[in-house]
Protein backbone atom coordinates (compact mmCIF):
# COMPACT_ATOMS: atom_id res chain seq x y z
CA UNK A 1 0.00 0.00 0.00
CA UNK A 2 1.40 3.28 -1.17
CA UNK A 3 2.44 5.81 2.14
CA UNK A 4 3.23 9.17 2.39
CA UNK A 5 3.76 10.66 5.67
CA UNK A 6 4.73 14.76 5.95
CA UNK A 7 6.46 16.96 8.69
CA UNK A 8 6.41 18.50 10.75
CA UNK A 9 2.87 18.98 10.82
CA UNK A 10 2.88 22.45 11.41
CA UNK A 11 5.57 24.97 10.84
CA UNK A 12 5.51 28.60 12.09
CA UNK A 13 8.56 31.12 10.34
CA UNK A 14 9.51 34.56 10.63
CA UNK A 15 9.14 36.37 7.60
CA UNK A 16 12.47 35.58 5.56
CA UNK A 17 13.37 32.61 7.92
CA UNK A 18 13.85 29.59 5.26
CA UNK A 19 13.23 26.30 5.96
CA UNK A 20 12.46 22.67 4.06
CA UNK A 21 9.56 20.83 4.48
CA UNK A 22 9.66 17.12 3.92
CA UNK A 23 7.54 14.15 2.38
CA UNK A 24 8.49 10.52 3.00
CA UNK A 25 6.96 7.91 0.43
CA UNK A 26 6.36 4.16 -0.17
CA UNK A 27 5.06 3.43 -3.02
CA UNK A 28 5.80 0.00 -5.51
CA UNK A 29 7.13 2.54 -8.58
CA UNK A 30 6.79 5.77 -8.50
CA UNK A 31 5.38 7.78 -11.60
CA UNK A 32 5.60 11.21 -10.14
CA UNK A 33 5.51 13.24 -6.90
CA UNK A 34 3.22 15.89 -6.74
CA UNK A 35 3.59 19.27 -4.78
CA UNK A 36 -0.08 21.66 -3.59
CA UNK A 37 -0.78 24.54 -1.90
CA UNK A 38 -3.94 23.96 -0.17
CA UNK A 39 -5.57 27.26 1.57
CA UNK A 40 -8.49 26.82 4.36
CA UNK A 41 -11.89 26.11 2.53
CA UNK A 42 -10.09 25.38 -0.88
CA UNK A 43 -9.16 23.16 -3.65
CA UNK A 44 -5.47 21.71 -3.44
CA UNK A 45 -3.52 24.23 -6.01
CA UNK A 46 -1.00 22.50 -8.12
CA UNK A 47 2.36 23.51 -7.22
CA UNK A 48 5.40 20.86 -9.24
CA UNK A 49 5.42 17.43 -9.67
CA UNK A 50 8.86 15.49 -9.70
CA UNK A 51 9.49 12.43 -11.78
CA UNK A 52 12.79 11.02 -10.86
CA UNK A 53 15.65 11.25 -8.02
CA UNK A 54 17.65 14.01 -8.83
CA UNK A 55 15.06 16.20 -10.42
CA UNK A 56 14.65 19.37 -9.00
CA UNK A 57 12.20 22.10 -9.59
CA UNK A 58 11.37 25.78 -8.37
CA UNK A 59 8.79 28.48 -8.27
CA UNK A 60 9.58 32.03 -6.95
CA UNK A 61 10.43 31.05 -3.24
CA UNK A 62 9.55 26.96 -3.44
CA UNK A 63 11.68 24.45 -4.75
CA UNK A 64 11.31 21.24 -4.41
CA UNK A 65 13.57 18.21 -4.27
CA UNK A 66 12.97 14.14 -4.59
CA UNK A 67 15.40 11.24 -3.65
CA UNK A 68 14.46 7.87 -4.08
CA UNK A 69 12.81 7.71 -0.64
CA UNK A 70 11.58 12.02 0.15
CA UNK A 71 10.90 14.95 -1.15
CA UNK A 72 11.68 18.62 0.14
CA UNK A 73 10.40 21.63 -0.25
CA UNK A 74 12.33 24.62 0.34
CA UNK A 75 11.31 27.64 1.37
CA UNK A 76 13.33 30.68 1.06
CA UNK A 77 12.79 33.82 2.20
CA UNK A 78 8.94 33.50 2.73
CA UNK A 79 6.40 36.23 3.15
CA UNK A 80 2.95 35.72 4.88
CA UNK A 81 1.74 35.32 1.62
CA UNK A 82 2.73 31.83 1.71
CA UNK A 83 1.33 31.11 4.27
CA UNK A 84 -0.78 27.94 3.76
CA UNK A 85 -1.41 23.95 4.27
CA UNK A 86 1.31 22.06 1.79
CA UNK A 87 -0.10 18.82 0.62
CA UNK A 88 2.52 16.26 -1.25
CA UNK A 89 1.16 13.56 -2.78
CA UNK A 90 2.48 9.98 -4.60
CA UNK A 91 1.13 8.59 -8.19
CA UNK A 92 1.77 4.89 -8.39
CA UNK A 93 2.71 3.01 -11.60
CA UNK A 94 0.27 0.58 -12.49
CA UNK A 95 -2.73 2.40 -11.32
CA UNK A 96 -5.56 5.02 -12.84
CA UNK A 97 -2.96 7.37 -11.70
CA UNK A 98 -4.83 8.81 -9.06
CA UNK A 99 -3.28 10.80 -6.24
CA UNK A 100 -2.23 9.21 -2.40
CA UNK A 101 -2.01 11.96 -0.13
CA UNK A 102 -0.33 12.91 3.12
CA UNK A 103 -1.50 14.85 5.70
CA UNK A 104 0.05 18.20 4.56
CA UNK A 105 2.46 20.29 6.58
CA UNK A 106 0.24 23.55 8.26
CA UNK A 107 3.10 26.76 7.35
CA UNK A 108 2.06 29.88 9.34
CA UNK A 109 4.77 32.82 8.24
CA UNK A 110 4.80 36.12 10.37
CA UNK A 111 5.75 39.61 9.12
CA UNK B 1 -6.20 30.08 -17.52
CA UNK B 2 -8.84 26.96 -17.99
CA UNK B 3 -9.82 25.59 -14.29
CA UNK B 4 -11.87 22.83 -12.68
CA UNK B 5 -15.11 24.38 -11.53
CA UNK B 6 -17.79 22.37 -8.93
CA UNK B 7 -21.07 23.17 -7.91
CA UNK B 8 -22.72 24.17 -5.34
CA UNK B 9 -19.99 25.42 -3.20
CA UNK B 10 -21.78 24.29 -0.18
CA UNK B 11 -24.62 21.21 -0.09
CA UNK B 12 -26.87 20.67 3.32
CA UNK B 13 -29.29 17.37 3.02
CA UNK B 14 -30.67 15.29 5.66
CA UNK B 15 -29.25 11.97 6.54
CA UNK B 16 -30.82 9.19 3.57
CA UNK B 17 -31.30 11.81 0.78
CA UNK B 18 -29.51 11.96 -2.59
CA UNK B 19 -27.28 14.34 -3.45
CA UNK B 20 -25.57 15.22 -6.76
CA UNK B 21 -22.42 16.84 -6.57
CA UNK B 22 -21.35 18.43 -9.91
CA UNK B 23 -17.93 19.43 -11.52
CA UNK B 24 -17.22 21.01 -15.19
CA UNK B 25 -13.29 19.58 -15.67
CA UNK B 26 -11.01 21.77 -17.61
CA UNK B 27 -11.67 21.43 -21.78
CA UNK B 28 -10.15 18.47 -23.58
CA UNK B 29 -9.25 16.58 -20.31
CA UNK B 30 -9.59 13.09 -20.30
CA UNK B 31 -9.23 11.71 -17.56
CA UNK B 32 -11.50 12.72 -14.06
CA UNK B 33 -11.64 11.98 -10.72
CA UNK B 34 -13.09 12.70 -7.00
CA UNK B 35 -11.84 12.85 -4.13
CA UNK B 36 -13.00 13.68 -0.56
CA UNK B 37 -11.40 15.31 2.48
CA UNK B 38 -13.00 14.93 5.98
CA UNK B 39 -12.30 18.00 8.36
CA UNK B 40 -8.78 17.81 9.24
CA UNK B 41 -8.69 14.40 7.34
CA UNK B 42 -6.09 13.92 4.04
CA UNK B 43 -7.45 14.13 0.86
CA UNK B 44 -8.43 10.93 -0.22
CA UNK B 45 -9.13 9.05 -3.25
CA UNK B 46 -12.62 7.71 -4.55
CA UNK B 47 -13.04 7.17 -8.52
CA UNK B 48 -11.21 7.76 -11.31
CA UNK B 49 -12.95 7.63 -14.86
CA UNK B 50 -11.79 7.70 -18.69
CA UNK B 51 -13.09 6.87 -21.63
CA UNK B 52 -17.13 6.69 -19.93
CA UNK B 53 -16.34 4.28 -17.43
CA UNK B 54 -14.91 3.79 -13.87
CA UNK B 55 -11.07 2.92 -14.26
CA UNK B 56 -10.27 2.46 -10.19
CA UNK B 57 -12.19 3.00 -7.22
CA UNK B 58 -11.46 2.89 -3.51
CA UNK B 59 -13.06 1.24 -0.80
CA UNK B 60 -14.58 4.14 -0.05
CA UNK B 61 -16.91 3.58 -3.22
CA UNK B 62 -19.56 1.87 -2.41
CA UNK B 63 -22.84 1.27 -3.71
CA UNK B 64 -24.37 4.52 -2.84
CA UNK B 65 -21.68 6.29 -4.95
CA UNK B 66 -22.06 6.57 -8.47
CA UNK B 67 -20.70 8.96 -10.93
CA UNK B 68 -21.38 9.76 -14.57
CA UNK B 69 -20.68 11.89 -17.87
CA UNK B 70 -23.91 12.98 -18.49
CA UNK B 71 -22.73 15.29 -21.43
CA UNK B 72 -19.38 16.71 -22.61
CA UNK B 73 -18.95 18.89 -19.96
CA UNK B 74 -20.33 17.88 -17.00
CA UNK B 75 -18.92 14.68 -14.45
CA UNK B 76 -21.10 14.39 -11.44
CA UNK B 77 -21.29 12.32 -8.37
CA UNK B 78 -24.31 11.13 -6.78
CA UNK B 79 -24.61 9.41 -3.48
CA UNK B 80 -27.89 7.56 -3.49
CA UNK B 81 -28.61 7.73 0.31
CA UNK B 82 -26.36 9.91 2.50
CA UNK B 83 -25.31 9.50 6.01
CA UNK B 84 -23.88 11.45 8.31
CA UNK B 85 -19.65 10.13 7.79
CA UNK B 86 -19.86 11.19 4.06
CA UNK B 87 -19.97 15.04 5.82
CA UNK B 88 -17.08 16.01 4.15
CA UNK B 89 -15.39 18.32 1.21
CA UNK B 90 -15.59 16.90 -1.78
CA UNK B 91 -12.76 17.52 -4.94
CA UNK B 92 -13.39 16.95 -8.83
CA UNK B 93 -9.69 16.88 -10.63
CA UNK B 94 -8.28 16.44 -14.01
CA UNK B 95 -5.69 15.81 -16.20
CA UNK B 96 -5.59 15.94 -19.97
CA UNK B 97 -2.86 12.61 -20.76
CA UNK B 98 0.00 10.78 -19.73
CA UNK B 99 2.90 12.40 -20.84
CA UNK B 100 4.73 15.63 -20.12
CA UNK B 101 2.36 18.05 -18.22
CA UNK B 102 -0.44 16.22 -19.19
CA UNK B 103 -0.31 14.01 -16.38
CA UNK B 104 -0.68 17.53 -13.98
CA UNK B 105 -3.59 16.81 -11.77
CA UNK B 106 -6.01 19.83 -11.40
CA UNK B 107 -8.62 20.15 -8.45
CA UNK B 108 -11.39 22.37 -8.52
CA UNK B 109 -12.56 24.35 -5.49
CA UNK B 110 -14.49 21.96 -3.88
CA UNK B 111 -17.73 21.10 -2.77
CA UNK B 112 -18.83 21.14 0.87
CA UNK B 113 -20.81 18.38 2.20
CA UNK B 114 -23.32 18.73 5.30
CA UNK B 115 -25.37 15.84 6.20
CA UNK B 116 -27.46 16.75 9.21
Known amino acids: EDQVTQSPEALRLQEGESSSLNCSYT??????LFWYRQDPGKGPEFLFTLYSAGEEKEKERLKATLTKKESFLHITAPKPEDSATYLCAVQASGSARQLTFGSGTQLTVLP | EPEVTQTPSHQVTQMGQEVILRCVPI?????FYWYRQILGQKVEFLVSFYNNEISEKSEIFDDQFSVERPDGSNFTLKIRSTKLEDSAMYFCASRGGTSGTTRWQFFGPGTRLTVL
Open chain 1, 27 to 32: VSGLRG
Open chain 2, 27 to 31: SNHLY
